[in-house]
T-cell receptor
Framework: RKEVEQDPGPFNVPEGATVAFNCTYSNSASQSFFWYRQDCRKEPKLLMSVYSSGNEDGRFTAQLNRASQYISLLIRDSKLSDSATYLCAVSLRGNEKLTFGTGTRLTIIP | DAGVIQSPRHEVTEMGQEVTLRCKPISGHNSLFWYRQTMMRGLELLIYFNNNVPIDDSGMPEDRFSAKMPNASFSTLKIQPSEPRDSAVYFC?????????????FGDGTRLSIL
């Protein structure tokens, strides 16, 4: 089993819709969780950290489910500019190595 | 604020040549990470440093790869001799001290093509 798994997609979603991604991790001792966004031929950029109680940043909501060992990302009212690959990342402790999922490719359709 | 700075942005060279990739982390960050990204394998950690000391190099593919961090503001990743299968995008990232949820910030990457 891979340490971090994501559905690679692609997800083709109409503009304005809500879309959700999940990411599962295998090590129950994992402590830090993040969502990154990567545009074509660009570097991964931090979208948001994922906190135990869940957190929201505008149209984006991240959740952590420790019992089932997954994190989720919800995008509401999707925009064309949301089209990108979304990578989840997990580490055992802060400042240690991140293990990335392979990414979920999202395309927002006008 | 300056982010992570990598050079060169692109490198095309023939197999067998030595390749050196460079990285300047964000000032004040004490952890530095080298990643490689390919279509087939995704984003893989090669090696990371804390306070200039290599902590985990288990991701380094083989002895042809080496990395150094002589000071807090500079790191190199060297491939010698290079092979076509080394073609990939190589990213450097850094993170700071503080609470446990310190994210990593990536440089623009070096696109490496070995002919």
């Amino acid at each position: 089993r891979k340490e971090v798994e994501q559905d690679p997609g692609p997800f083709n979603v109409p503009e304005g819709a809500t879309v959700a991604f999940n990411c599962t991790y295998s090590n129950s001792a994992s402590q830090s969780f993040f969502w990154y966004r990567q545009d074509c031929r660009k570097e991964p950029k931090l979208l948001m950290s994922v906190y135990s109680s869940g957190n929201e940043d505008g149209r984006f909501t991240a959740q952590l489910n420790r019992a089932s060992q997954y994190i989720s990302l919800l995008i509401r009212d999707s925009k064309l500019s949301d089209s990108a690959t979304y990578l989840c990342a997990v580490s055992l402790r802060g400042n240690e190595k991140l293990t990335f999922g392979t990414g979920t490719r999202l395309t927002i359709i006008p | 604020d300056a982010g992570v700075i990598q050079s060169p942005r692109h490198e095309v060279t023939e197999m067998g040549q030595e390749v050196t990739l460079r990285c300047k982390p964000i000032s004040g960050h004490n952890s530095l990470f080298w990643y490689r990204q390919t279509m087939m394998r995704g984003l893989e950690l090669l090696i990371y440093f804390n306070n200039n000391v290599p902590i985990d190099d288990s991701g380094m593919p083989e002895d042809r790869f080496s990395a150094k961090m002589p000071n807090a503001s500079f790191s190199t990743l060297k491939i010698q001799p290079s092979e076509p299968r080394d073609s990939a995008v190589y990213f450097c990232a850094s993170s700071g001290t503080g609470d446990s949820n310190q994210p990593q910030h990536f440089g623009d990457g070096t696109r490496l093509s070995i002919l």
